[in-house]
């Protein structure tokens, strides 16, 4: 696996690849990679020649007070792990280099309305943010296709439009959800929990499973459902940001009898924030 650092060493190597008529793949992530991150690759893997993965923690999608000074980085274990996966290239830039502006002249990209709502809402700019660094990555890279989880359905939708809006030659798929052996979502934010929490934690999506059961089983009072889910996890120690159904095409709030259903969550266990959902098939 090659590493670079600089947008003209990785451009330099993509336009050889491109010459050759070779399929691009690229997995974005911020490091600190785990299982999740690595059933991304081997996704990205069968769908193209080569495979580009990016580390960089994002400034932008930071809020006041989150974890920017304090995210796991660890560089030579994400590295290893990579090129163990078969990754072709790994693109580890800089802030500097990522953003040559300041931070208040930097250009931002923002997709309107689903971006404030949900963790838009509890995280304000934090889809800035994403937006802005995956466009500009989009653009670095130029690949044909990119990889996202689906843990994150909000971010994922939020791209997609993205693509969509500003006319992207990029195909968007999506990554099932890795979980650990009791159901918790595989996230790098995990090891903040400690041994208390971490065995609440897989709670969450307990959660979600009840509620997603009694959907199938003809239950339609959705905002019941949400009430019973949000008092059972606050119940256990939770701090509930939001446990809401959303249409998944638009992430609009549903009425009774809808399809194309996703349940989402977001909840705090101490200074640990948990992110999940289900898509319920009708």
């Not at 992530?29 to 299982?35: A, K, Q, R, S, V």
């Not at 059933?39 to 400034?59: G, H, M, Y």
């Not at 909000?154 to 969509?164: A, E, G, S, T, W």
């Not at 159904?245 to 349940?263: C, K």
């Amino acid at each position: 696996m090659k590493t670079v650092n600089t947008i003209d060493a990785l451009r330099h190597t993509v336009s050889t690849w491109r010459c050759r008529g070779e399929r691009i793949a690229f997995v974005p992530t911020m490091g600190n990679l785990h299982d999740g991150h690595l059933a991304l690759i081997d996704e990205a893997k069968k769908q193209a020649d080569r495979t580009v993965a990016s580390i960089f923690v994002n400034p932008l999608q930071f809020g006041e007070g989150e974890d920017f000074e304090t995210y796991p980085r660890t560089m030579a274990e994400d590295s290893s792990q990579l090129a163990s996966r078969g990754v072709d290239l790994l693109f580890a830039p800089s802030v500097e280099v990522m953003y040559p502006q300041t931070r208040q002249q930097q250009t931002r990209v923002e997709v309107p309305d689903v971006s404030h709502i949900l963790d838009g809402e509890f995280r304000p700019g934090f889809f800035v943010g994403v937006a802005t660094v995956v466009c500009k990555l989009f653009n670095m890279v130029q690949p044909d296709i990119a990889v996202f989880g689906e843990k994150d359905f909000q971010q994922l939708h939020i791209i997609r439009r993205m693509v969509k809006d500003l006319q992207m030659p990029i195909e968007i798929a999506a990554s099932p959800t890795v979980r650990e052996s009791d159901g918790l979502a595989m996230s790098s934010r995990n090891s903040y929990l400690d041994a208390q929490q971490r065995k609440t934690a897989p709670l969450i999506y307990r959660s979600l499973l009840q509620a997603a059961g009694e959907i199938e089983r003809g239950e339609d009072d959705y905002a019941q459902l949400e009430r019973v889910a949000t008092a059972t996890l606050e119940d256990a120690g939770f701090v509930v940001d939001y446990f809401t159904l959303r249409n998944t095409e638009t992430l609009n709030p549903v009425n009774a009898g809808e399809s194309n259903l996703v349940i989402l969550t977001a909840a705090r266990l101490g200074q640990t924030r948990l992110i999940d959902n289900i898509v319920i098939s009708q």
